[in-house]
C-alpha cells in the first residue's frame, strides 16, 4: 500500500478512536444529562450558525484590529514596517483566495484585521518620529511661539513650538517643548517669547508596569518637558505658523465663552461651568475634583459621550421643534434631516472647542453616525456603530489603545449600546392611555434608564477603574441617580443655549440655570463622598486579568442567545487571577535620592518625596495608599543624620541613602544596599545604586523572597526588577546610555589597588 493510500486509513482509523472513546464516555453518563448536553450542543450550533448567517461575526473585526495595535506596542524593539505591510497584503490575498471556505475565510479575515491594527500602529509611529531633547547639565535659551497654555492650580503649564535652528545646549532640538511655570505667568497663546529653561529627562514609568508617561507626549509630538527658570521674554515679532494660528483662532473663542461664563457666575460653579462648555478644567479646585472622583462623577467633568450625546440631542430637538411650528417648512421640506445637519455641526464645534481628546473624539464619531443614519432614515445606533466608531479613533490615534480614559469609554459605550438593543422589543409593549398613565411611564423610564445607565457603565468601566488607579465607586449608581437629572436637564441644556444666545448678548439668561444645576450637581458630589466606605480604594489587578475581562465582556456585548454563555469561562478565570500582584519592597527612583522601603505595617515608608511627587503618588497610588508625597511621616522608617539616611529592610540589614561622600566607606560596611551620587569606593562589599545605574534602567523595583539566600544562610533572597528592560527600545523612549566600564575587581594589596586607579 503508498503513502496516499494509508493516509486516508490513519484518518478513518483515528476517527473510530476518537467516536469509541465519544460513545463509551456518553454510555457512562446518566440518560438525562446526556439529553441535556445534546440540546445544549444543537442549540449552540444553531446560534452560532445564526450569527454567522446574520453578519454579526464582523461585529469581532474592531476587536481584532484593537488587538493588533496592543501586540504592535508590546513588542520589545521597533518592528519592520515594511514587513507588516506585505504580511497584510499576503493575509488580504489569501482571504480572496479563501472566500469560498467559510471557516478559513473568516480565520484569515481575523488575522488581517490583527495585522491592520498592527500595520495602522507602525505607519503611525513614522509619520510622528521626531527628535526627543537630551537635557544637559545647565539651562537652555528657547525661542518659540507659545501654542497652547493651561492654568492649573499650582502653575502655568504652556506648550512652546520652537523657531527653527539651532539651540545653544542641545544636540537634538524638538518641535514642541512643554514648560512648567509659577502661576500667572504663561503668555497668551499666539506669543513670540524666549525663556530660559531647564529642561528634564524624558518623563517614563514610576515603577514596573505603571503607566508610560512619556510615550502620549512623545506621540503628541512634544520632545522636551522642563520648567522655565524666570519669566518668559518677549522676542521679536514674527509671523506665527499655521498650528499656532489656528490654536489662537479656537483659543480666542474659549476664552471669550469663559469671560461670559465668569462673568454671570462665580466660584466653583463658574469654573466647572467652563470645563464643560470651553474644555477648560484647569481651574477646578482639587478638592472639588476628588470629591467627584470618590462619589462616581468625575465623568461629568471630561467631555464624552454624555456631553456629546446631550449637546447633539439639544440641537436636534430645537431645530426640529421649531421647524415644525412653520406649515410650510414642516410640509415642504425634510426638516428632519435640516435638523440632524445642523446638530452634527454644532457636535463638531463642540468637539473643537472642548479640546479635541481621544474621548471627545470617540463621541463625535458614534454622534456623526447615527446623525448620518438620520440623514439616510436608517438606524445609526447600534453595536456596528461602535466598531465603525472605535476602528475610525484608533485608525488615527492607535496610541489611545493603552490610554485609561479611551478603554473605559468603549467599554462603557459598548456595554451601554449592546444593552439597549437587548431592551429594545420592550419599546413595542402596549401603553398605558390617559395623561396619569404616560406621566408614570415617562417617571419609570427616566429613573431605570438613568439607573440601568449608571449600573451598566459602572460594570463594565469598574475593572479598569481599578487596574489603572486601583479606585472604585461603591455609591456611583446612588450618584448618578441623584446628579444625572440636573445635569440631563438643566447644566448641558441651558450650557448650549447659552452658547447659542451669546451672539445675541441675552447668554446672561442662561448661565444662572447652569449654575444652579452645577451647583446641586456639586452637592450630591459631597454627600455621596463622605459616606462611609465611599473611596474605594483596591487592589491593583494585572494584565492578564484585565485582558480576561475584556474578553468576556466583548462576548457578553456582541454574541447573542446561548452562545453569550461563553462570557462565563473568561470572567471566571478573570476572577481567578484576580489577585494583586507582588507589591516591591524597596523602590528607587531614577534620581537616587527618593528611595522607598516597606515597613512592619505593609505600607511604603518614603525619602524625599518632594523632589519626585509625581513618582511618589503614582506609587502611593497603586498601592491604594492614601498619602499624599508632602504627607507628615512619610519618612518615619528611615532615621537620618547630615551625613545620610538609613532604613531596616523587610529581610534584615539596612538600605543606605547618602547625602555626603564621607559616609560611604561606613554604609558599604554597614548596609546591604547604598544608594549614592557621589562615587563609591572600589572595595565596597554592598550592592551600590548609582545615577548612572538608574539611567539606564528607571525605578529599580526590590522584592523580597523568604528562604535560602544565594550565600546558603537561611533568610531570603532580593529579587531585583528595572522598570525599563535592557532589551527593549521604542522610539518615545530615550536611548540607553553606554553601559559604564566594568571595574578591576579589589584586591588584597591596597598599594597596588591605588596604582591601577
Known sequence: MTQQDQRPARTSGRAAVLGGARTAARRAMPPGLARVLDALRARLAADLAAEAASGRLILWLPA??????????????????????????????????????????????ALAAVTAGFTTASVRTALVAHEIATPGKGPVRLSGFVERVEHRPKGDRILLRLDAGPVKGLDKVPRLVRLTLRKGWAPPVGTHVTQLSQLLPPLGPAMPGAHDFGRNPWFAGIGGVGYGLGRP???????????????????????????????????????????????????????????????????????????????????????????????????????????????????????????????????????????????????????????????????????????????????????????????????????????????AIWLAVLVGGTALTSLVAGLATAPYGIFHFQRVAPYGLLANLAAMPAVSFMVMPFGLLGVLLMPFGFDHLAWPVMGKGIEIMVAVSDAIAVLPGADGRVDPVGPPTLALFSLGLTALCLLRGWLTAVAIVPFALALLMSGAPPRPDILIAPDAQTVAVRGPDGRLSVLGARSQRLVVEQWMTREGDMRKAGAEGLAALF???????????????????????????????????VVTRDVPPRRCPAQVVTPETLQRTGTLAYHFRKGISSEGASGGNWQIEPTRKPNVQRPWMPPLPPEPAPQRPATDDPEADAASE
Open 64 to 109: 481584532a484590529f484593537t488587538l493588533g495595535i496592543l501586540i504592535y506596542f508590546g513588542a520589545a524593539q521597533e518592528p519592520s514596517l515594511a514587513v507588516a505591510g506585505v504580511l497584510l497584503a499576503a493575509l488580504c490575498g489569501g482571504a480572496v483566495l479563501l472566500r469560498a471556505r467559510p471557516v478559513a475565510f473568516g480565520a484569515m479575515v
Open 233 to 439: 521674554k518677549l522676542a521679536e515679532p514674527a509671523e506665527p505658523p499655521l498650528p499656532v494660528r489656528l490654536a489662537m483662532a479656537v483659543e480666542a473663542v474659549r476664552d471669550s465663552l469663559s469671560r461670559r461664563i465668569r462673568a454671570s457666575l462665580s466660584g466653583t460653579p463658574a469654573e466647572i461651568a467652563v470645563a464643560l462648555v470651553a474644555g477648560d478644567r484647569s481651574a477646578i479646585a482639587p478638592e472639588v475634583e476628588e470629591s467627584m472622583r470618590v462619589s462616581g462623577l468625575t465623568h461629568i467633568l471630561s467631555i464624552s459621550g454624555l456631553h456629546m450625546a446631550l449637546v447633539a440631542g439639544t440641537l436636534f430637538a430645537f431645530m426640529r421643534g421649531g421647524l415644525a411650528l412653520v406649515p410650510a417648512l414642516a410640509l415642504g421640506f425634510p426638516i428632519k434631516s435640516l435638523a440632524a445637519v445642523v446638530a452634527l455641526t454644532g457636535s463638531a464645534a463642540y468637539l473643537v472647542l472642548s479640546g479635541n481628546d481621544v474621548p471627545a473624539q470617540r463621541s463625535f464619531v458614534m454622534t456623526a453616525l447615527v446623525l448620518s443614519g438620520v440623514l439616510v432614515g436608517r438606524p445609526a445606533l447600534t453595536l456596528r456603530t461602535v466598531g465603525v466608531a472605535g476602528v475610525c479613533v484608533l485608525a488615527f490615534t492607535p496610541e489611545a489603545a493603552l490610554d485609561p480614559g479611551t478603554q473605559m469609554s468603549f467599554a462603557a459605550t459598548l456595554a451601554l449600546v449592546a444593552a439597549y438593543e437587548r431592551l429594545r422589543p420592550m419599546r413595542a409593549l402596549p401603553r398605558p392611555d390617559g395623561w396619569v398613565g404616560q406621566a
Open 639 to 673: 532615621t537620618c543624620d547630615p551625613l545620610g539616611c538609613t532604613a531596616p529592610l523587610p529581610g534584615g540589614g539596612t538600605i543606605a541613602v547618602s547625602r555626603r561622600a564621607e559616609s560611604l566607606e561606613a554604609d558599604c560596611l554597614e548596609s546591604r544596599i
